[in-house]
Every structure is written in structure tokens, then in C-alpha cells.
């Protein structure tokens, strides 16, 4: 079997099965709807968070009057 016509095939974020890379695959990363909300509620609820500083810190910087 030719490694071109084979689809990537990778792991669901949420339970770690596998997923073929296709375009029937409409979830993909995830492998179902199910994995894919369980993920969202996740980021929703903070749990999962990209590094970095948070915004609070410069609210007081905002000038507003640039704006108007």
C-alpha cells in the first residue's frame, strides 16, 4: 500500500482514539461530537489555558479617548 493514498491518521485530543484525516471526518481533530464538546466546555470553564500574561494587567494602559 502507497504511504500517498493512505490518510493521516491521527489522535483524538479528548479520548486518544484514532482519527483518519478525511473529509467525511467532519469532528476531526476529535473522533465525535461528544469529544469535541467535552473539549470546548474544557476551554469554556478555563481548564485548558495558552500560556501567556494575562490581559488584567494592562487594562489600566487602555486609553479609550483614542477610540472615540
Same mark, same amino acid.
Given at each position: 500500500m502507497s504511504l500517498i493514498n493512505s490518510p493521516l491518521i491521527v489522535?483524538?485530543?479528548?479520548? @486518544?482514539k484514532s482519527v483518519h484525516w478525511v473529509a467525511e471526518q467532519i469532528f476531526k481533530p476529535f473522533c465525535c461530537e461528544r469529544c469535541k464538546l467535552i473539549d470546548l466546555g474544557e476551554w469554556?470553564?478555563?481548564? @485548558?489555558?495558552?500560556?501567556?500574561e494575562d490581559l488584567d494587567e494592562h487594562i489600566d494602559e487602555f486609553d479609550e479617548t483614542q477610540y472615540h
Open positions: 489522535k483524538c485530543p479528548t479520548c @486518544k469554556a470553564m478555563e481548564e @485548558k489555558r495558552i500560556p501567556g
